[in-house]
């Protein structure tokens, strides 16, 4: 099993766009990748510009097809002139 966190930083004036593109990317994540366990986006409490998205997978193979798949490379479409910069990953090894 392998997760990540990856943070977005909206753009200012983008933030709604950001975040209702996330939604939608979970939305497509949960009804399609049968090997994501969990993809849930956040908003930051103190900073509702910057987007957290929690994510598990059931192996590294299921992530590395994450990133290849249509909805995934539509979002990355969808939000790249209302972020600032690519996403700021952290992997995660499952120790539990």
């Not at 986006?41 to 299921?62: C, H, Q, R, V």
Request: aromatic residues 8%.
């Amino acid at each position: 099993m392998i997760g990540l966190v990856a943070v977005l930083k909206a753009k200012p004036g983008f933030e709604k766009e950001v975040a209702e593109a996330a939604r939608k990317m979970a939305s497509a994540v949960r009804e399609k990748e049968k090997e994501c366990l969990l993809y849930d986006p956040f908003t930051a409490e103190d900073d509702p510009g910057k987007i957290y998205i929690l994510e598990k997978y059931t192996s590294k193979g299921a992530l590395d097809e994450h990133r290849k798949l249509a909805h995934y490379l539509e979002f990355r479409e969808a939000i790249k002139d209302a972020v600032e910069g690519p996403p700021e990953v952290t992997l995660l090894d499952y120790i539990g």
